[in-house]
């Protein structure tokens, strides 16, 4: 610590420290007039060094005194300050608020969201600017999470918080948001056209924004030459034409300018997108399609293009000849919206469009309430209950409460609430998921599943009640009719446990009737789902108790339509079905019947021919009476017809059965197996010469 001096002490030394420094300034002028001198020119120059060296010592330690004097007194005078009760500390001015301090403004930097919440609840006036703006953050935060977040799996859940959001409002932060992640992440496209196709059915200006930006963006990105954007933007229009949101001729007009002027890189692009949207526009327009293909074919025989081109367009020759298989338009998952209720959007390329990028940014409105009141109660119409942001009645009296309570609960029991976003359904369906994989065999799964609260509608036991049968026939009808939809391995799986249900009559037998059985009727996946599930039903109860069931006879109306009657070509079909997948034995009726029918037929027609000659001779008695002689001469030549041919049959029959000539009739009469026999006997009596096969039906 520096000693504190007097008064008198410190102006001494400050007129002393003076007095020094004007010395030294006429020191140093006096230098500065002898160096410019000439009469200095000519003194000698070891002199003049001297003085010059002491000089500057001496200015330089009189420097160094002053210093430590201004340091000393510096000192002192702060001593002074602290230690004298008559001064007082100046108040230090305020740091500068923060940018999350500020309302209304964000600053470009994160807020957890409770911070969000409550900045926004601190701000009074709800109408006013600051209010709307941290409302818009909020709600463009809210939709960038969710759209990054969606997948094939949760899209289901991801959709009814996303109508939660004011989507009227936001519908530019959407379709952004939709743009941006789908170029970060392509593999996901069909995941964002699924999400837009659902927005689509309840907001169909916000489905047209983004194909009208999807669309700029491939004219900006095909002006550019900038291809990883160019197919990113061609691929989301694609799955937006398998979705319905965009029309097909969106399609077919993008792949005509695409091939209009073909290089490399066009030709590429246009293979890739036929590869997501050609099973699509095979079942919308196949003509279109085929006029696109026969373009792929004219530019492939220029062979202007590069090989590895020409390769890729042989390789989508070779897809569209597999039926575009590998290339689904709509993954099964991702099917959420019925044609019948999407809203499909037609637009040109050549149309001059407005992007309406004033969307993406924040602006005031004058009537901010009464929009977000219409908004809620457009929300309550989408999802099917009541939002439950209404909190403010939480701080009445308790009296209130209780009659509030009882109120609620009697409307509650007058109005019936239907959950529309399945939410309970998904959590049933996990919850039995887990039950069944954790369990050891089918009895623990059983006492576990049983101990599962159901609600109506969600019953899955066939055996305790006749609802669950319903139920589980409504599922058979539904699968069978996608059963061209499922993969081989999902094929046979639904096909091993219909089986199971119907072979443990947990599901009714007549449920087979919505099968029929025929060449036309059926496809390759039907088949196979027929042959695994009697495969499987043979296996389980036995050939022999299967065929018991199948000729019950009151069940008979229930397997018409498997063991058809109608028609032979029919008939046949199924018994060479069953045949051939090792299930002969139970068509040995159906034999029976396909062998008889003929003789079936013969019988119809004779009860028919002869009540025609009946009702003909009554009621042309008179003509036959009036005209008996040339009557009597037509039925004298008839029946002499009748007993030529009658014999020639019998002497070629009996030519036929010689016994030195059944060696060369063994191959139009073949013996060697049953089925050839009856084909072969069937031949003939189709063609009315069924009497020449007597020994034929005998061996039979």
């Known amino acids: 610590m520096s000693q504190v001096r007097s008064a008198p002490e410190l102006d001494s030394r400050r007129r002393r420290r003076d007095s020094d420094d004007e010395s030294g300034e006429r020191d140093l002028d006096t230098r500065r007039h002898r160096r410019r001198s000439p009469s200095s020119e000519s003194c000698s120059s070891s002199g003049d060094d001297d003085r010059s060296r002491r000089h500057r010592h001496d200015e330089s330690s009189r420097r160094r005194q002053r210093d430590q004097s201004h340091r000393r007194d510096r000192g002192g005078h702060d001593e002074r300050r602290r230690r004298s009760p008559q001064r007082r500390k100046e108040p230090t001015p305020p740091p500068p608020l923060l940018p999350e301090m500020i309302p209304g403004r964000t600053g470009g930097i994160y807020i957890p969201p409770f911070r969000m919440a409550q900045m926004i609840r601190e ?20 939709i960038n999470g969710l759209v990054n977040k969606v997948n094939a799996t949760n899209v289901k859940n991801i959709v009814p918080e996303l109508f939660a959001e004011n989507l009227v409002r936001g519908r530019g932060l959407f379709c952004q948001s939709c743009i941006k992640s789908q170029m970060a992440s392509p593999g996901f496209t069909d995941v964002f056209a699924a999400l837009v196709a659902v927005v689509n059915t309840k907001f169909p200006e916000i489905g047209r924004l983004l194909l009208v930006r999807v669309v700029l963006q491939l004219k900006r990105a095909y002006k550019r030459n900038d291809k990883p954007q160019l197919l990113a933007a ?5 799955h937006l034409v398998n979705q319905v949101v965009a029309h097909e001729l969106v399609a077919l007009e993008l792949l005509t300018v695409l091939l209009e002027n073909p290089t490399d890189d066009s030709v590429e692009v246009a293979v890739g997108f036929v590869k997501e949207c050609g099973a699509m526009l095979q079942d919308l327009s196949p003509q279109g399609l085929h006029a696109i293909f026969e373009r792929f074919r004219g530019i492939l025989h220029e062979g202007e293009i590069d090989k590895r081109v020409q390769f890729l367009i042989e390789g989508l020759f070779a897809i569209r000849k597999a039926k575009f298989q590998g290339f689904p338009a709509i993954r099964p998952e991702l099917d959420l919206v019925e044609q019948e209720d999407q809203f499909t959007h037609e637009i040109s390329l050549e149309d001059e469009l407005d992007p309406e990028t004033n969307l993406n940014v924040f602006r005031g409105n004058p009537n901010f309430a009464e929009d977000e009141k219409a ?5 309550r119409s989408i999802l099917g209950a009541e ?8 701080d009445d009296s308790s009296d209130e409460d209780a009659e509030e309570e009882s109120d609620d609960e009697e409307d509650e029991e007058q109005m019936e609430i239907r959950d529309q976003t399945e939410t309970n359904l998904i959590n049933l369906r996990r919850t039995i998921y887990l039950t069944i994989m954790s369990s050891v065999d089918f009895e623990e799964a059983g006492h576990k599943l049983l101990k599962i609260k159901l609600e109506p509608g969600q019953e899955r036991f066939c055996m305790i009640n006749k609802v669950y049968q319903d139920n589980f ?84 109306d229930s397997f018409d339509s498997i063991f058809p009657k109608d028609h032979p070509k029919n008939t046949r079909f199924s018994i060479n079905f069953f045949t051939s997948i090792g299930l002969g034995g139970i068509t040995e009726t159906l034999r029976e019947y396909l062998k008889n029918m003929p003789r079936l037929i013969m019988q119809k027609q004779k009860p028919a021919s002869s009540e025609s000659d009946s009702s003909d001779s009554g009621s042309g008695s008179d003509s036959y009476s009036s005209e008996s002689e040339s009557s009597s001469d037509e039925s004298d030549r008839k029946r ?16 036929l059965d010689e016994p030195n000539m059944q060696d060369y009739f063994f191959s139009i009469f073949p013996r060697d197996h049953p089925k050839n026999t009856s084909f072969s006997t069937n031949f003939f009596t189709s063609i009315g010469l069924g009497c020449i096969t007597m020994t034929m039906s005998e061996i039979t």
Not at 130 to 140: C, F, H, I, T, V
Not at 387 to 394: H, I, L, Y
Not at 641 to 651: D, G, L, T
Request: glycine share 2%; charged share 30%; net charge positive.
């Open 234 to 238: 061609t691929k989301f229009i694609a």
């Open 473 to 556: 026939e409504k599922c058979f009808v539904q699968q069978y009719s996608m059963i061209h939809r499922l993969e081989t391995n999902k094929l046979r799986n639904v096909a091993k446990f219909f089986a199971h249900l119907l072979g443990t009559d947990a599901l009714p037998w007549h449920v087979l009737a919505y099968i029929r059985l025929t060449e036309e009727d059926t496809t390759s996946s039907s088949r196979i789902f027929i042959k695994i599930l009697f495969q499987e039903l043979s296996e389980h109860l036995g050939i022999r108790l299967l065929n018991e069931r199948l000729n019950d006879p009151n069940m008979q």
């Open 387 to 394: 939002s439950s942001d209404d909190e403010e009645g939480s």
């Open 123 to 142: 701000v009074e006036d709800k109408s006013s600017a600051e209010y709307q703006r941290l409302s818009w953050d909020a709600l463009k935060k809210s």
């Open 640 to 655: 002499n017809k009748r007993r030529k041919k009658a014999y020639w049959y019998w002497s070629n029959s009996k030519r």
């Open 375 to 379: 908004y809620e109660n457009l929300k």
